[in-house]
């Protein structure tokens, strides 16, 4: 399975790095004027978002390393039980599944979701996340029943959520799509992926490039159906979008 079949497993930091700002942040390490503690909480931090942005580049082996930094960093500056911890073992188990070493991503989200059980109520969207990301592991190995029943799961949890948020909500639905999809129960794949689509729309807005995966496997489920006309005016629109997007890019 491609790295980003899945809508919710895509890294967006708020900027990328390159191997020149990893030197950079190593270096306000090195000069933190501050106790180890204080240090370690920084580190741990620092290096959990280099680590997502490494994975968006692709330098998935580096991205690795940091993480796993990052995981002791936290555990040493917040506690093997904290919140932050849970989170920084959530990257890791993302970056692992990247590399298809499912077994250890597993192992490594047991981690967090042990954490999350303890520190939030069971409808807090951290328990939603670890769910969708339980989910997507169980999706790789084929596992879609399984896969089917923890999307679902966290689903519902940000569905009664208030207000509800509305973009998890979306991304939740398209990924249920996606296992409709794999088990060949097309007709319930097509409704959600456009009630997908339709919120999606709705929160990002009708041109945003976070659609064009959702867009493409919505019109190739419409073309089994043999509603071409529909799927044509979905591959017109993604045509679009990556042609405002390469265009703004130049300019």
């Known amino acids: 399975m491609a790295r980003h079949s899945l809508n919710f497993v895509i890294f967006r930091p708020s900027r990328r790095v390159s191997s020149v700002d990893s030197v950079a942040y190593e270096a306000v390490l090195q000069a933190e004027p501050a106790t180890q503690l204080a240090v370690l909480k ?28 990052s995981v002791a960093d936290l555990e040493r500056a917040f506690g093997p039980q904290h919140p932050n911890t849970a989170a920084g073992y959530v990257n890791l188990a993302k970056i692992l599944r990247y590399r298809h070493r499912f077994d250890e991503a597993a192992q490594a989200l047991v981690h967090s979701q042990a954490i999350d059980r303890q520190a ?56 249920l799509a996606e296992v409709y999809v794999r088990e060949k129960r097309f007709t319930e794949a097509a409704n959600a992926f456009d009630q997908a689509l ?44 990556r042609v405002t997007r390469t265009l703004k890019r130049a300019a």
């Open 42 to 69: 920084k580190s741990g931090v620092i290096r959990s978002n280099l680590a997502q942005a490494e994975a968006e580049l692709g330098h998935l082996k580096e991205a690795e390393h940091i993480a796993r930094h």
């Open 120 to 175: 939030f109520a069971p409808d807090h969207p951290r328990i939603a996340n670890d769910l969708s990301l339980q989910a997507a592991l169980a999706f790789d190995r084929k596992k879609y029943a399984e896969a089917e029943k923890l999307f679902q799961q966290s689903l519902a949890i940000f569905a009664q959520r208030f207000p509800a948020p509305q973009t998890d909500i979306g991304r939740a639905t398209a990924n």
């Open 198 to 241: 339709t919120i999606l729309e709705r929160t990002l807005g009708p041109d945003n490039p976070e659609l064009v995966p959702t867009m493409e496997h919505y019109s190739q489920v419409l073309r089994m159906q043999q509603d071409f006309a529909k799927a044509a005016s979905l591959d017109a629109r993604v045509m679009k979008i």
